[in-house]
C-alpha cells in the first residue's frame, strides 16, 4: 500500500465525520492521489478527467480544547468540538460543505423528517438556510411546549430599570444569557414594560405594524412574563439571591458574564433557537430592519450577492487590549480586525471571488481613515459603499450584515459577535473574524483562519462575549 493511500485510510478512520467525502476520494483515481504535509496542514490532491480538486481536512482532537490541531486556511475548525466546516477548491471556484454532524444535528434533527415539505425561511426578500415559521414553529413546538423553565420552581429573574451594562452588542449579549440561564437553573424570566430589555427588542422585533398581539406573541415564543411597572412580585423567589435584584446595571452585568456549563454544541444550538425565534419577527414598521439593504440594493435585494465589513474602533486603547486578548486565544492578529487595510480585506474577498461584487462598510464612525483607506484602494473602492446615514440604524445595520454573502467583523466586537452568531443561526458559513499572518515556508507570508464558527461561542476564547 502507499503512503498516500495508507494516508487516506488513517484520515478517514479517525474523522467519522468525513467519511462520506472519504468515499468521494475513494472513487477518484487512486494511481493519481498525492499526499502533501507540512507541520500545519495535510492536504490530498485529486486528479480525474484532467480536473484537479484539492480537499484539505483539519483534524481536531476531542475532548481537549488546547489539544493541537492539523488546520489550514481553506478549513474552519473547533479546537474542541472536531471539524466543522471543509472546503472543495476546484480551480479558482470555492464551495463551501458544512457537515451534518453536531450543530446542525441538533438544530433540525427535532424539526425535519423525510415527509417534511422544507423550504427557507426569506429575511428581507433574501433566503437563509434554515426553514419558515412553519417548519421553525414544529422546533419551537417540540423544546417549549410544557417545557417553560420556572413553571414549578417560583423562582423569578426579573429585569428591569432602564439601565444597562454595555452598548447594544453587550445588550443582547445580555439578553440572550438571561435566556440561556433561565433554562439552565429553572427559573421564570420577566421583564417589566419599561426596561432596557423592551426597549432593545422592541425597536427590532415583535412590534411591525401587522403584529397587534406582539406581547403574547413574545410570552409565547420566550416563555417570559411581562410585568408592568408597578405589578407586585409577591409570592416570587427574586434571583439571584447575592446580588440587589432592583439594581438593573448589576443584574445586566450578571446577565453578560454568564457562562452556561452546557457543551459547546448544545450551547451553540440553544443561542441559535433563540436567534431564530427573534427574526421570525423582525420589524418592518415603524422602524424598518430592512432599511440598510433597501437603501443600497433597492430591487435587487433578493439576488445580489454582497460582503460587509464591520469596523468597530471600540475607543482606541481598550480596543487593544481586547483584541491583544482575543489574539492569545485564537491565534489571530492583534490589530488587523481592528484596522480593516485593504491588504487584509482582499485576502479574505479574493480567494473566493468576491472582490467583483458589492461592498458594503458599516462602521462606527470613530475611525474614517478605515473608509478612505478602503475608498482609495483601487480594488475594493469601485465596490465600496458606506452605509447611508439616512438607512444607518442598530437594526439595519445588524440586518445588512447577518444577510450577506461575506461577513468580515471584528472578533473584540460584541455587535459583531451577535451578526456572526446570527448568521450561525440562519445556517450561513463565510464569518470571518479571526485571521492571522503566517509563513509557509514558500514565499511570501499569507493570511488565514486561525479559528472557525464555533470560536464565537467558545468561552476559553471569547469569555463573557461568548
Request: with cysteine; hydrophobic share 40%.
Amino acid at each position: 500500500m502507499s503512503r498516500a493511500a495508507a494516508a487516506l485510510l488513517l484520515f478517514c478512520g479517525a474523522a467519522a465525520v468525513v467519511v462520506m467525502i472519504c468515499r468521494d476520494l475513494e472513487t477518484a483515481a487512486p494511481s493519481h492521489l498525492q499526499l502533501e504535509t507540512t507541520h500545519s496542514d495535510t492536504t490530498l490532491q485529486i486528479r480525474r478527467d484532467s480536473q484537479e480538486r484539492r480537499l484539505s481536512l483539519s483534524l481536531s482532537f476531542f475532548n481537549d480544547p488546547k489539544s493541537s490541531s492539523l488546520r489550514s486556511e481553506s478549513t474552519e475548525t473547533s479546537t474542541d468540538q472536531g471539524i466543522w466546516f471543509s472546503r472543495w477548491r476546484n480551480k479558482d471556484m470555492y464551495a463551501e460543505l458544512r457537515e451534518k454532524q453536531q450543530i446542525q444535528q441538533r438544530l433540525n434533527a427535532e424539526v425535519l423528517d423525510s415527509e417534511h415539505n422544507f423550504q427557507p425561511l426569506s429575511i428581507c426578500g433574501r433566503q437563509t438556510n434554515v426553514g419558515t415559521a412553519q417548519d421553525l414553529a414544529l422546533l419551537e413546538k417540540f423544546n417549549m411546549e410544557n417545557t417553560c423553565p420556572g413553571a414549578n420552581s417560583k423562582k423569578l429573574l426579573l429585569l428591569q430599570g432602564d439601565l444597562a451594562h454595555g452598548r447594544t452588542g453587550n445588550n443582547l449579549i445580555e439578553f440572550l444569557h438571561a435566556l440561556q440561564i433561565a433554562r439552565d437553573m429553572d427559573y421564570q424570566l420577566a421583564i417589566t414594560s419599561n426596561s432596557w430589555v423592551f426597549e432593545l427588542l422592541h425597536k427590532m422585533w415583535f412590534n411591525s405594524s401587522h403584529d397587534d398581539d406582539w406581547s403574547a406573541k413574545f410570552e409565547k415564543a420566550f416563555c417570559i412574563k411581562i410585568f408592568q411597572p408597578d405589578e407586585s412580585t409577591r409570592g416570587w423567589d427574586r434571583v439571584p439571591h447575592d446580588l440587589n435584584p432592583n439594581n438593573s446595571v448589576i443584574i445586566s452585568k450578571y446577565l453578560f458574564n454568564y457562562e452556561s456549563e452546557l457543551p459547546l454544541d448544545e450551547y451553540i444550538a440553544s443561542q441559535s433557537r433563540f436567534i431564530q425565534v427573534l427574526f421570525r419577527h423582525y420589524n418592518t414598521a415603524p422602524e424598518d430592519m430592512c432599511s440598510g439593504i433597501n437603501a443600497i440594493f433597492g430591487e435587487e435585494r433578493s439576488n445580489v450577492r454582497y460582503s460587509v465589513i464591520h469596523n468597530r474602533h471600540l475607543e482606541g486603547a481598550p480596543g487593544i487590549r481586547l483584541m491583544q486578548r482575543m489574539s492569545r486565544g485564537s491565534g489571530c492578529h492583534p490589530t488587523a480586525a481592528l484596522e480593516m487595510h485593504p491588504e487584509y480585506i482582499k485576502s479574505i474577498l479574493g480567494p473566493i471571488g468576491m472582490l467583483n461584487h458589492p461592498i458594503v462598510l458599516i462602521t462606527d464612525g470613530q475611525d474614517p481613515a478605515v473608509a478612505q483607506r478602503l475608498l482609495e484602494d483601487p480594488e475594493i473602492g469601485p465596490m465600496l459603499s458606506v452605509m447611508p446615514q439616512s438607512a444607518s440604524w442598530i437594526g439595519g445595520d445588524l440586518t445588512a450584515a447577518i444577510m450577506s454573502d461575506v461577513f468580515i467583523g471584528n472578533p473584540a466586537s460584541s455587535f459583531s459577535g451577535f451578526i456572526a452568531k446570527a448568521r450561525i443561526a440562519m445556517g450561513f458559513g463565510n464569518n470571518h473574524l479571526f485571521r492571522a499572518k503566517v509563513s509557509t515556508g514558500v514565499g511570501k507570508p499569507e493570511w488565514v483562519t486561525t479559528c472557525g464558527d464555533a470560536c464565537i461561542y467558545d468561552k476559553n476564547i471569547l469569555g463573557n462575549m461568548s
